[in-house]
């Protein structure tokens, strides 16, 4: 059957009533409702009617509306703002519309004289100081009511919102743990469209490095202890020992000491900024988060900040890069007459080069994927490059190997490279997750000495005792900033600050 029902174009507006006189003619079910949204409003209400709902009396009884129990009369509508038709007859409605207009009164015709009527009243839903008003232009009610019924659900998942950080790090499982859990790119895609399909899950990142994966995200508190995310990340199958779960100012706290470093394998190291921050900007790419997280990311990197001016003059700080640069100059006498082999072309490829550039050491073999490196004149001079599948050439001359690329197998495995490798030993340093250099290569008696980033992580520690002093000065940090914390839960839970709401 053919819809022949009008549709009137409305413009949305939100009405001051508070005080003003409001009349509502007719006392059944749709009278209470109008009379109810005016109350709420702070209207004075009038209320015209021979008989009305118990609820009606016990409201005039209260004194919170002046009933009159007649019949309509055209002088009701004088001294109104506005006007409601609301009886059982549409003949009456019709006077009422018709008297409200003959005064200059809108009026809104509950019946089928609606669209001769100045307004309609939208599905609504009122929270506290939010209201949120739908409407189908008289299309659908029923629509309209769906529709407001699930955004009250959304609304109150709002309300109930914090702040969650859900994931693992080195802290929590060693290399070989973690690599189950790591997410290459399409992975990470796949996981955030799932994500996105929860509800109460408002907006998120997702933090992947080789220390951590995490999911950072504004959550209510249905969704985040559902246990859905935990199940989508896999974490179902780990003991709750093996991963963590922050909330609130705990879930900022533990952002801003990932953003400064602190929380990283070695303390202090400042890649995971960067990290982050490509890390939203992924998230907002794939309309993943919005506003809250950006507030989010640019406070903790704020915090971050104080807490790296705080503490570098107490640590001894080192990139990953330059660490284990470092650790290969310690086991490895002589560097500048070394030949080093760097696999990995990325960021921490490009400053472990740097790094040996820095130590004197000339004789570098750099190993790429797909693209090599742009190299300068003297650069060129000093450097050799090569792709990935080419190493073995050079394995036999390599005195070091430092690897860091994203790569799901070793790029340096037993069965193919232990031959080749350089008789009279190798130090070699993987900062790769998951692993890049087959860890049965350090017992298969070639003079192998491998460092990965846990055995890095204690080295580090052993020789810098100054963590505990360090951790007490960035908890007082974090709890000298606990009122940007607060700010932004309660925009998470959407307050609001001005009239301009658009």
């Not at 809108?106 to 609504?124: K, L, M, Q, S, Y």
């Amino acid at each position: 059957m053919r819809d022949t029902r009008p549709v009137k174009k409305t413009f949305p507006i939100n009405a001051f009533l508070e005080g003003r006189r409001a009349l509502v003619a007719g006392g059944g079910r749709v009278g209470l409702r109008k009379v109810e949204l005016l109350l709420d409003s702070g209207a004075a209400v009038n209320l015209v009617c021979p008989d009305c709902v118990p609820e009606l009396i016990a409201l005039a009884r209260e004194g919170r509306i002046v009933r009159q129990a007649r019949v309509f009369s055209d002088d009701d509508v004088r001294g109104c703002a506005l006007v409601f038709a609301c009886t059982d007859d549409k003949r009456v409605n019709r006077r009422v519309l018709d008297a409200a207009k003959a005064a200059g009164v809108p009026c809104c015709c509950a019946d089928g004289n609606w669209p001769d009527g100045d307004f309609v009243t939208p599905a609504i839903i009122r929270a506290e100081d939010v209201l949120i008003a739908v409407s189908t232009s008289g299309k659908s009610c029923r629509r309209s009511r769906l529709i407001k019924d699930n955004l009250r659900k959304h609304l109150d998942s709002i309300q109930s919102s914090d702040l969650l950080v859900l994931g693992t790090s080195h802290e929590y499982l060693d290399a070989e743990q973690r690599a189950p859990y790591h997410l290459d790119a399409e992975e990470r895609e796949t996981l955030g469209a799932m994500f996105r399909q929860i509800w109460g899950v408002h907006e998120f990142f997702i933090l992947n490095t080789c220390n951590r994966v995490e999911v950072v995200a504004a959550v209510s508190e249905d969704a985040s202890t559902c246990g859905i995310m935990r199940r989508l990340l896999k974490f179902d199958r780990l003991d709750p020992a093996r991963y963590y779960m922050k909330h609130g100012f705990e879930a900022f706290a533990h952002l801003c000491m990932v953003t400064a470093g602190m929380d990283s394998q070695l303390p202090g190291e400042f890649h995971v900024a960067s990290q982050m921050k490509e890390a939203v900007d992924d998230a907002a790419g794939h309309g993943w988060a919005g506003p809250v997280i950006r507030e989010l990311c640019d406070a903790a990197l704020h915090v971050s900040k104080d807490i790296r001016h705080e503490v570098e003059p107490l640590l001894d700080i080192e990139e990953l890069e330059d660490l284990g640069v470092r650790y290969v100059a310690e086991h490895l006498p002589g560097l500048t007459e070394c030949r080093a082999l760097v696999i990995g072309t990325g960021v921490i490829g490009q400053g472990i080069v740097a790094a040996l550039l820095t130590r004197g050491c000339e004789r570098i073999s750099w190993a790429y994927y797909r693209n090599a490196p742009a190299l300068s004149a003297e650069g060129a001079q000093k450097i050799d490059t090569l792709q990935l599948d080419e190493i073995g050439r050079v394995l036999p001359e390599a005195d070091a190997v430092i690897s860091a690329v994203d790569a799901r197998e070793p790029v340096l495995d037993l069965l193919r490279h232990k031959r080749l490798l350089n008789p009279g030993g190798t130090v070699m340093v993987d900062l790769g997750l998951p692993r890049n250099i087959d860890p049965a290569l350090a017992d298969c008696g070639a003079n192998v000495r491998l460092a990965a980033l846990d055995a890095l992580k204690r080295w580090y520690r052993a020789a810098n005792s100054t963590l505990d002093k360090v951790l007490e000065v960035c908890d007082n940090i974090l709890k000298g900033h606990r009122d940007i914390y607060e700010r932004m839960r309660r925009s998470i839970q959407g307050d609001t600050d001005n009239g301009e709401e658009n």
